[in-house]
């Protein structure tokens, strides 16, 4: 029997997280998991966690470690016989070390990417917020401008994607991502 191969994905907003992720379990037949459809597949389905999720994106604020590590580090326990690699989880210390105790993995891969690469990635994603799909109006557009592909539904842009608020943002990601690629190294 083959190993199992466990690895994380970071890096800040507009890194492409979420597209290279795509092209690496692709290339090497893993299961991609990503944090964000865990916590809108909870939300939908109105689980204890999901309602609290919930009340803390409504009001613009990150989901708090605890809850993010109640509804990942579950289904994490369900992958037990796949390879897999994790994209948006853990974003802090705290996560890091809830998953350090759940599982073993093989690698953590962080993306390092120019600040002017970001602004321009960032003012040009428009995002269908019930699906998560993410559309860059430059290499990844919808077929209709604002629409997306699938549900015809409007895209939106993020107030936290707008170049005024980037900088902060960013910031912000420096400061709690440091000791997690610490934690890592």
Avoid at 24 to 32: C, D, E, V
Avoid at 111 to 123: A, C, D, S, V, W
Wanted: with cysteine; glycine share 8%.
């Amino acid at each position: 029997m083959a190993k199992l191969f466990r690895a994380v994905i970071m890096g800040p907003p507009g890194s492409g997280k979420g597209t290279i992720s795509e092209r690496i379990a692709h290339s090497f037949g893993l299961k991609h998991l990503s944090s964000g459809d865990f916590v809108r597949e909870n939300i939908a389905a109105k689980t204890e966690a999901g309602v609290q999720a919930k009340t803390y994106i409504k009001k613009g604020l990150l989901v708090p470690d605890h809850v993010m590590t109640r509804l990942l580090l579950p289904r994490l326990g369900e992958m037990t016989k796949y390879s897999w690699l994790l994209d948006g989880f853990p974003r802090t210390l705290a996560q890091a070390e809830a998953l350090n105790s759940a599982c073993d993995l093989d690698v953590a891969i962080n993306l390092n990417i120019p600040l002017e690469t970001l602004k321009e990635r960032l003012r040009h994603r428009w995002i269908h917020p019930p699906s998560g799909r993410v559309y860059n109006m430059c290499f990844n557009p919808p077929r209709v401008q604002g629409i997306d592909d699938i549900t015809g539904e409007p895209l939106i842009q993020q107030e936290d994607d707008r170049p005024e608020a980037l900088v902060a943002r960013l910031r912000h990601y420096k400061d709690v991502a440091k000791p997690v690629i610490d934690f890592y190294k």
